[in-house]
């Protein structure tokens, strides 16, 4: 006989469906192998000793400060710490307890139903000549080019912009925005190679967004958060997705001095209020990306803490995409210059996609594709 440690099965299912488990059981098994650890925010403190109580009488978990007990202060923080099947009991059980743990219980349940969505590239390409990454760079004929070498080389959608978003960039009149990216544009419509791959156009300017989604772009990558309704408006007059990105202030000011005191927290808030938004207006979560926004307006501890708690924001059920690619978070961490950062981009974004992205946007297509295959792979 032998006896090993397994490491993280991606497909439970499949695992106990290849091991020959009873169909019964499978869905049984499967809700006690995934595990999860919640961090719950200022909690009412007899809450936290109720759901401490329940939490033990079905071998879960709450990890609470000393003097919960006694109810010392108003409000603690918590982990909750269980299995699936775990949060399924308490997101029943805590719906007839009172302090709050009625809603507590709602917000358990939307982290067992979050949907999963396959694994998808996008390609980076900047109709500009100030992107901070020089090999993004292309005018024209060398956009089209470059298009047909990425949809070749793995990327199912192609994210085109004319103005740099780099910190400190230059800003750039609608004017000149949408005289860049015009012919590229044409040249989409007219070879419709919309077909061929999914076009987003990386804009918060509505005339540029409009002129794109009329040459056959199908997705709007929004900097801003869809903080403009016309762009809202936009994208739901032409069926399009919408990226929802983070950012805290603007390229020129966002890396000023960038603070949060929960920086997890105050992206989930920021996202929940603009969901919210949206669907008011009528698009559907299905239509919507969220962005944490990889460097705009964060220091390297908060990328890094939002690349942790990546998995947080699938709870939302939007598809949720990664972009550091050679990004100056790699260059604090380890000095490189951009041409050499390609290694801490793929680390990057394979654990992004590991704790639940599914859109990897990248300048280096071929490479991410070979990355992502392996890994997958080994899960």
Not at 132 to 142: I, P, T, V
Not at 335 to 347: E, M, Y
Request: aromatic letters at 6%.
């Amino acid at each position: 006989m032998h006896i090993y440690r397994l490491g993280n099965i991606a497909d439970k299912r499949a695992a106990l469906k290849a091991l020959g488990v009873e169909s019964g059981g499978i869905t049984i098994m499967a809700d006690k192998m995934e595990w999860y650890c919640l961090f719950i925010k200022n909690i009412k403190t007899p809450a936290a000793n109720i759901l401490k109580q329940d939490a033990l009488s079905i071998g879960a978990e709450l990890a609470v400060p000393g003097g919960v007990i006694t109810c010392e202060k108003p409000f603690c923080d918590c982990i909750l710490i269980g299995t699936r099947k775990h949060l399924k009991i308490l997101s029943r059980k805590e719906l007839a307890q009172p302090f709050g743990l009625k809603q507590l219980a709602e917000e358990l349940h939307k982290f067992i139903v979050s949907k999963t969505y396959p694994t998808r590239i996008m390609g980076v390409i900047n109709a500009n000549e100030d992107s901070f990454f020089e090999g993004s760079r292309y005018l024209a004929d060398g956009a089209l080019s470059q298009c047909l070498k990425m949809i070749e080389g793995g990327a199912s959608i192609i994210d085109i912009g004319a103005v740099s978003s780099r910190p400190g960039a230059a800003a750039v009149s609608e004017e000149e925005e949408l005289e860049r990216i015009k012919p590229i544009c044409d040249t989409i419509k007219n070879q419709k190679l919309f077909e061929k791959a999914l076009f987003s156009i990386d804009s918060y300017t509505p005339t540029v967004v409009e002129y794109a989604l009329q040459s056959g772009f199908g997705l709007i990558n929004d900097i801003t958060g869809a903080s403009d309704e016309r762009i809202i408006k936009l994208a739901l007059k032409y069926d399009a997705q919408l990226c929802i990105m983070h950012m805290q202030g603007t390229p020129q000011t966002m890396q000023k001095d960038p603070h949060y005191e929960d920086v997890t927290a105050q992206v989930s808030d920021f996202f929940q209020e603009r969901i919210a938004k949206c669907e008011e207006m009528g698009i559907s979560r299905e239509k919507i990306i969220l962005d944490v926004g990889i460097g705009f307006g964060k220091t390297l501890e908060h990328n890094l803490t939002l690349l942790r708690n990546l998995r947080h924001f699938t709870y939302f059920g939007c598809e949720v995409l990664i972009g550091a690619s050679r990004k100056s978070m790699i260059d604090k961490i380890i000095p490189a210059p951009t041409q050499q950062r390609l290694p801490g981009t793929l680390a990057i974004h394979l654990k992004a996609v590991e704790n639940g992205a599914s859109i990897v946007r990248c300048h280096d297509v071929a490479e991410h594709k070979q990355a992502l295959a392996v890994a997958e792979a080994m899960r």
